[in-house]
T-cell receptor, first 113, second 113 residues
Framework: EAGVAQSPRYKIIEKRQSVAFWCNPI?????LYWYQQILGQGPKLLIQ????????DSQLPKDRFSAERLKGVDSTLKIQPAKLEDSAVYLC???????????FGNGTRLTVT | AQSVTQPDIHITVSEGASLELRCNYS??????LFWYVQSPGQGLQLLLK??????LVQGIKGFEAEFKRSQSSFNLRKPSVHWSDAAEYFCAVGAEGFQKLVFGTGTRLLVSP
């Protein structure tokens, strides 16, 4: 089966600019996660979707981050405006349900200058 | 709230030698515990998990981990390390199975010839 696809692979922007990341989960996976992995740290959950509904966004900085999952398939994560501390790898993961192992994409590496 | 500590940032092991990576968790109830591996530029791959039952769990690639409730530990072991095992290893704890995972800061494994 095809894995979780993410794009772009790398992105460099200046602070205060906006950026968007895209994720295409494994076909049929109802649950989708976005994680932020800052260099030297473990991944931190930003948001979890079940189909096109939000299950958990308690750690999403909602003043600048937003995410959506249209039609319960693809998802986009947006940052507007970006700050230096947003430099990180953004990982998307999907699973058949909230009780199944996560399948991770290769991530998008964001550098904010 | 749950938390994970991985006390070793880096570990170097000779090829063919045994390996133990330490993980300590904090969680009030019976935890769901995981070990993930991340190769450079890649997403995370699940090595093994503990939900309940036998405290010694077997995973992929010859890895195993032992859950010790009295020590709040879930250390990862492998009897003979291969050069291809060089990667970053993350321990994680979940309160609801695979959901809301909290990751440790990771241990980078270097394998010397």
């Amino acid at each position: 089966e095809a894995g979780v696809a993410q794009s772009p692979r790398y992105k460099i922007i200046e602070k205060r600019q906006s950026v968007a990341f895209w994720c295409n989960p494994i076909s049929g996976h109802a649950t989708l996660y976005w994680y932020q992995q800052i260099l030297g740290q473990g991944p931190k959950l930003l948001i979890q979707f079940q189909n096109n509904g939000v299950v958990d966004d308690s750690q999403l900085p909602k003043d600048r981050f937003s995410a959506e999952r249209l039609k319960g398939v693809d998802s986009t994560l947006k940052i507007q405006p970006a700050k230096l501390e947003d430099s990180a790898v953004y990982l998307c993961a999907s699973s058949p349900s909230g009780h199944s192992p996560l399948h991770f994409g290769n991530g998008t590496r964001l550098t904010v200058t | 709230a749950q938390s994970v500590t991985q006390p070793d940032i880096h570990i170097t092991v000779s090829e063919g030698a045994s390996l133990e990576l330490r993980c300590n968790y904090s969680y009030g109830a019976t935890p769901y515990l995981f070990w993930y591996v991340q190769s450079p530029g890649q997403g995370l791959q699940l090595l093994l998990k503990y939900f309940s039952g036998d405290t010694l769990v077997q995973g992929i690639k010859g890895f195993e981990a032992e859950f010790k409730r009295s020590q709040s530990s879930f250390n990862l072991r492998k009897p003979s390390v291969h050069w291809s095992d060089a990667a970053e290893y993350f321990c994680a704890v979940g309160a609801e199975g695979f959901q809301k995972l909290v990751f440790g800061t990771g241990t980078r494994l270097l394998v010397s010839p």
